[in-house]
Every structure is written in structure tokens, then in C-alpha cells.
């Protein structure tokens, strides 16, 4: 489509401008978290994550050791030490003694506490307060100071999430219900649009017109039947009545309208001429359907696999009613919802596994994006 | 965990290898009991005749019985629960939908559901419009298109912890760490706790829906534009018009059935939004939507079905319009084939 609008270096500088702000908006809060997620932290609190690249400061206040600590040295006494301990690689610009002006004095100068008694803080830390009479008291002198940090960014973050907060075995949990809940279902659902497409029986026009209704039928709709079904059979039977058998079964239910509607649109749109000829040559609906339909569906097949993945991988709501929430069965999005209560200000916590949660369907997303576009296109009829 | 993935590769095997059985199975003993082939001419035809009969049922049975058990036997069941009482067994008539007239919670639900419905849809499609068109123009413009799609392979709760990050309040005089805050308080704004922030917290909410649709309705439409015939846009140049009269007088109208399409899907998404309402706030200050205040009737106190199955059945009304034009547009699709 090339239509000229306005041909103006200007218009078409406007263009630039204004696609590169979409992009922004619409990339940067991702951009968010994936550098939270790699940053120390107590980093993540001390500044803004576009801040991550600049050196974050921070006010901290510690207390000095206490008089037992003193020396005596050319007549005064004398107590040393690091406010940081021992080491930690930071550098202190200001230093103070009242919470109100915690940054009173620069670094590297002696400040003058009254009554002869002077403390110098030091940029690396290293203290020296000094005073002509032996300091009193098992409480130490408070202290304020202003330091800041290079940027530090490490992978901790993704070591505790993964094995310490659970994220690693809801990880496996999602995967083992969204595979075969993926899996299941196309094969019901292709021979399925094969019959609808291809074969005249009573009714086909009714049941193509069900699953058309059925597509946009609001999921709300199912759950509480099918909770009250799921308890009957595990109070029946005497087995639990969350199970991944359930979940499968309830995805492979759910997914089913787009399924078939999706697929039969496609098979129905095959060439005629291939069907009729391999019918001629004596060859049941059954081998046409192997032989013929079946490979030559494989594009659609492959975009109704990528559709049912994100949905089911990145489904909370039938994950919630029909799974528990034990440490065996929760999957990654009701954990993320969990953590969310549990660990509200920990960002360290909740960017790390946000990201570990979205990124397999962003892998899945990148490297499959055409079908998924074929998908789009050929049913966006579906409510989602 | 071993045995768990060991069972779900199990469960794959049996799956696949039970619907492959089946369909071979079935299909086989279709043509042993109704043989077509080695028998005189005329059983041959009866038996053709009699397969044909019966075969698509074998195709369709499965599908079938599935759909049964988990979608139409649950909407029946549903609107039969909805004059039940809490635990499903004694019969209150229309007590739910009298509560459902009065009860504040379900009214705010209902408002905060109108306002989500009047603002994401249009905004959705309004947006990706917009980029749809621009990116048509620009060399790097799939690029563009690409990133701005990403956020649909992303969860709903995904989502809302990205942008919760972004609403993330702290004290006044604290460095502000969430990008929306530092922003107002660089400019010499006053922070805010965005999201309790009644009614205006809603729209803080439909951003996160708004951002993970547009890429959806960026792509279908950009399709359209496609298809928009060059020598209407010719002409129009030709004609003097100018970008803004091409987009509204010829582009538009064109593209307006793909225009509905984009509009009732989401808006079919909207009626369900769940998962950011329950994340973000769980309904706290006035931010309540219906799907979630189901949810919370479902397990509230041990349950209430019968007042979980009104609200459902509330949201089926709301789509019920939307279904019926989706069934007459592809019964014309299809009414030749």
C-alpha cells in the first residue's frame, strides 16, 4: 500500500517520531522488569531501575562501637573502625549526626561535636573519633551517611526465586499441564472439522452452528457445574478431586469450539479436487483424512498448537479451580498471583519470576510468530 | 517431580495413542461389521451406504462428547443452579436475581464492567488502527509490529506485575521506583497510590488490558489495510483528499466489518476479565468487575453456587447478542459450502 500522505520531509519525520513512542510505551515496562530481575536488591529500592547504569546512593545511618572499643593515642582517645565492617565497596560522600541532617559534613572532613570531641568518616568507610576525655556509655554515636554503590547486577535474584521460592517446580507444574493439554486436542478436533467440512450427515449445519455459539460462551459459564462434577466423582471414587487429569481434560474441553472452528475452516478451504480424485482411486474418508487432509493441514494444525499453549500456560482462572494450590500442583501464574500477596514489596521477588513466567511464552511467541498470526487472522472470531 | 513428568509424558502417550486407536479402531470395525470391499455389488452399495451413515458420527463423537460434558451440559447446569440455594440443592426461585437487583458489590461490579466495556474495546481498536496505518509507512515498521504484539504471548498476571511496577508507590521525599510516580514527581507532581485511587483505578487497570490487546487488533486490521483496493486511494489522492480525509472516508469505511470483528472480540474479553482485577486489586476500592466477584462468590465461605451462577449467567446475557450476530455472519459464510 503506497499512499502518499503527505510527502513532506516533516510528515514523514512525524511517523518516525510517533512509532518509536508507541514502541516505547509499549516495550519499556517488559524492559522494566527484565532489568529489575538482574539487579542487586537492595539496589532495586535505592533507585529507579532506568537508573540501574549510574552508581545508586543511598542514606543509611549505623552506630560506632562503643566506649570499650577506645584507645588512648597521643594523649586523646581514640575509637577507629569502618562503618561498612569490614570492606564492602561503596563510597560515602557525607556523613552527619542528626537524622535531620544526615549529610551535614563531606566526606574525608573532621566534624566538630562539641566539646573538643571530633569524628572524621572517611570516603571508604574508615572512621576516626577523638576526644580529650575517655568516652563513657555501652551505646555507641550514632552515625548518618550518605553513600553510593556502582551498579551491581547479578543472577541471585533467579537462584532464590527458582529454588528457594517454588518458582522452579510451579515452572515443571505448568509444563506438565500445558503439554498434553496442548497435545489432546488436536486430533479430537481435526477429525472433528474433517466430518463438518467434508462429509454430509443430518445435523451438520446445527452441530457447525453449536460450535460457533459455543466459541464466545463465557468460561465463567462452566466452572461451577463442572467444580460440583469434579467433587462428585472424587467423593465416588474416593480420589482427590483437583488432579492434573481434570485440568487436562477441562483445557482439552475449553479449547475445543476454537479448535474445530479453526481447523474446519481451513480443511474446508482444501481443493476439492484432491478429495474427489483420491475418492475415485477408491480411498475411504478415513485414508483421505490420513493420507491427504492431515499433512496438508500441518500449518493450521501448528497455529492452533501455539494458541492453545499461550492460553493454557498463561492461564490463571481453570488453574485456580481445578488445581491446588500445595507446592505439587500450583503452576507459575497462581504462584506469581501468591507471591504477589505474600512477597508484595519484594521486587527483587516479583520481577524475577514475572520474567521467568512470561518468558517461555515469549520464546514460543518469537520463534513461532507466523503461525500465530495465521491463527489470529483465520479465527478472531474466538473470544480468547 | 520424576513421577509427575514421567505421568505427564504418559499421559501424552496414552492420549494421542487412545485418540489414534480410537479413530483406527472405530474405522476398522466399521468396515468389518458393514464390509465394502469382497461382497456382490449391490451389499457393496448398501454397506457404502450404511458406512456413510454412520462414519461421520465416528469422527464427530469425541468432539462431541467433550463439548457435552464440559461446555453445554455446565451452561444448562448453570442457569438451573442460579435458582438454588448456596450449596446447590434447595430451590429459592429467583431469590439470587432479587439479591442481584440490590446488592451493592454486584452493582459496582456491573458499572465497573459498563465503564471496561466503553473504554478498552475502543481503545483497543483505536490504537492499533492508528499503528496499523503508521507502520504501513515506515521501513522498520514489522519491527515496530512485532514489539508492540509481544505483550499478547504475556499472562494477565504477568502483565499486571510489569505495570504494578510501574504504579509502585513510595513515600513522598523516598526515590520514587516505579516509573509512573518518578515521572509526576520529576515534574513536580505529587505521587500517588495509583491503583486505590477509586473509579480513576479502573483506568489504571484498562491500561494493562488495553496494552496486551492492541497488538491484537494492530495485526488484524493491518491485515485489512492490505486488502483495501490501491486505486481507492488513488483516486482519492488524485482527487486532492487529504491523510486525514483518506483514513476517515475511504480507509475506514473499508475495513469496517474487520473494524466490528476486533471490536466484539474484545469486548467478548472485557466481560471475562478476571485475572488483573483479582492480581492488581481483588476488587478492593470500588475496582470490582463481575468475573472476579463470581470467583469470589465461588469460594467465599465455602461457596455460594447459586449466587456464583447468577453473575455467570449475568456476563452469558451480555454476550448472548454477540453470539447470535457471530452465527448468522457464518451461516452466510457458509451457506453455499
Not at chain 1, 165 to 173: D, K, L, P, T, V
Not at chain 2, 111 to 120: D, I, P, Q, S, Y
Not at chain 2, 314 to 323: E, K, S
Request: charged share 10%; with cysteine.
Amino acid at each position: 500500500m503506497a499512499v502518499a500522505t503527505g510527502n513532506s520531509f516533516a510528515s514523514r519525520f512525524g511517523v518516525h517520531i510517533a512509532v518509536l513512542v508507541f514502541v516505547a510505551i509499549w516495550t519499556i515496562p517488559t524492559l522494566g522488569i527484565l532489568v529489575s530481575s538482574l539487579r542487586d536488591k537492595d539496589q532495586i529500592v535505592a533507585s529507579g531501575w532506568w537508573n540501574s547504569f549510574a552508581s545508586s546512593s543511598q542514606t543509611e545511618a549505623g552506630r560506632l562501637p562503643p566506649a570499650s572499643a577506645q584507645a588512648q593515642k597521643d594523649g586523646k582517645y581514640v575509637i577507629e573502625g569502618n562503618v561498612f565492617g569490614d570492606g564492602a565497596k561503596r563510597a560515602i560522600s557525607a556523613f552527619g549526626i542528626k537524622a535531620a541532617a544526615p549529610t551535614q559534613y563531606p566526606a574525608g572532613t573532621a566534624a566538630d561535636l562539641g566539646d573538643g570531641v571530633s569524628l572524621q568518616v572517611n570516603a571508604d568507610g574508615s572512621f576516626v573519633l577523638a576526644s580529650p576525655k575517655a568516652f563513657e556509655g555501652d551505646r555507641g554515636q550514632r552515625v548518618y551517611y550518605a553513600s553510593s554503590a556502582p551498579p551491581k547486577f547479578t543472577t541471585d535474584n533467579y537462584q532464590t526465586v527458582l529454588f528457594s521460592e517454588g518458582i522452579g517446580r510451579s515452572f515443571m507444574n505448568s509444563l506438565t499441564v500445558t503439554i498434553p493439554a496442548t497435545v489432546i486436542p488436536i486430533l479430537i478436533a481435526a477429525f472433528a472439522a474433517y466430518a463438518l467440512a467434508w462429509m454430509r450427515f443430518p445435523g451438520r449445519a446445527l452441530l457447525i452452528a453449536v460450535i460457533i455459539g459455543l466459541l464466545v460462551v463465557p468460561l465463567q459459564m462452566s466452572l461451577i457445574p463442572l467444580l460440583k462434577l469434579y467433587n462428585g466423582v472424587g467423593t465416588f471414587f474416593g480420589v482427590p478431586s483437583k488432579t492434573y487429569l481434570g485440568i487436562w481434560l477441562a483445557h482439552t474441553g475449553f479449547g475445543l469450539p476454537f479448535a474445530i472452528y479453526l481447523l474446519r475452516s481451513y480443511i474446508a478451504g482444501l481443493p476439492r479436487e484432491i478429495m474427489e480424485s483420491a475418492r475415485i482411486d477408491g480411498a475411504s474418508d478415513f485414508e483421505i483424512f490420513v493420507k491427504i487432509v492431515l499433512p496438508l493441514s500441518f500449518p493450521v494444525l501448528a497455529s492452533f498448537a501455539i494458541f492453545q499453549f499461550l492460553w493454557v500456560w498463561n492461564d490463571l482462572l481453570v488453574a485456580m479451580v481445578f488445581l491446588g494450590t500445595a507446592p505439587d500442583q500450583i503452576v507459575l501464574t497462581a504462584k506469581l498471583n501468591a507471591l504477589l500477596g505474600s512477597r508484595g514489596g519484594n521486587w527483587e521477588i516479583l520481577t524475577t519470576s514475572a520474567f521467568i513466567t512470561i518468558i517461555v511464552p515469549l520464546i514460543v511467541f518469537f520463534s513461532l510468530q507466523r503461525y500465530f498470526v495465521r491463527g489470529l487472522l483465520a479465527g478472531s472470531v474466538k473470544g480468547g | 517431580m520424576a513421577a509427575q513428568i514421567f505421568s505427564a509424558i504418559f499421559v501424552i502417550i496414552i492420549g494421542v495413542g487412545g485418540c489414534v486407536a480410537y479413530f483406527w479402531g472405530a474405522n476398522k470395525l466399521l468396515d468389518l461389521i458393514f464390509p465394502s470391499r469382497g461382497v456382490s455389488g449391490t451389499a457393496a452399495v448398501n454397506n457404502l451406504r450404511r458406512q456413510g451413515l454412520i462414519r461421520p458420527w465416528l469422527f464427530v463423537g469425541p468432539a462431541m462428547i467433550i463439548l457435552t460434558i464440559y461446555l453445554i451440559y455446565p451452561v444448562i447446569a448453570t442457569l438451573w443452579l442460579s435458582f438454588f440455594d448456596r450449596g446447590g440443592t434447595g430451590f429459592v426461585g429467583v431469590a439470587n436475581y432479587e439479591w442481584a437487583l440490590r446488592d451493592p458489590d454486584l452493582r459496582n461490579a456491573i458499572l465497573n464492567n459498563l465503564l471496561w466495556l466503553a473504554v478498552v474495546p475502543a481503545a483497543c481498536t483505536f490504537l492499533g488502527l492508528i499503528i496499523a496505518v503508521l507502520t504501513d509507512k515506515i521501513w522498520w515498521g514489522t519491527i515496530a509490529k512485532s514489539l508492540i504484539f509481544l505483550p499478547l504471548a504475556i499472562s494477565f498476571v504477568g502483565a499486571s506485575v510489569i505495570w504494578k511496577f510501574i504504579y509502585e508507590y513510595r513515600g513522598e521525599g523516598q526515590v520514587q521506583i516505579g516509573l509512573l510516580n518518578a515521572i509526576i514527581q520529576h515534574f513536580g507532581g505529587q505521587p500517588q497510590v495509583w491503583i486505590s485511587l477509586p473509579f480513576w483505578n479502573n483506568f489504571f487497570l484498562m491500561i494493562i488490558l488495553i496494552w496486551i490487546q492492541t497488538g491484537f487488533a494492530m495485526v488484524i486490521l493491518s491485515s485489512a489495510l492490505r486488502g483495501i483496493p490501491e486505486e481507492t486511494l488513488e483516486a482519492a489522492v488524485i482527487d486532492g483528499a487529504n491523510p486525514f480525509q483518506i483514513f476517515w472516508k475511504i480507509m475506514v469505511p473499508q475495513i469496517w466489518g474487520t473494524i466490528a470483528v476486533v471490536w466484539t472480540t474484545i469486548t467478548i474479553l472485557v466481560l471475562k476479565v478476571f485475572d488483573i482485577v483479582l492480581t492488581m486489586t481483588n476488587g478492593q476500592w470500588n475496582s470490582q468487575v463481575l468475573a472476579n466477584l463470581m470467583f469470589d462468590w465461588m469460594f467465599r465461605g465455602g461457596g455460594d453456587f447459586g449466587r456464583g451462577a447468577t453473575i455467570a449467567i449475568i456476563i452469558m446475557i451480555a454476550v448472548i447478542p454477540i453470539m447470535v450476530w457471530n452465527i448468522r455472519q457464518a451461516n452466510k459464510e457458509t451457506g453455499g459450502h
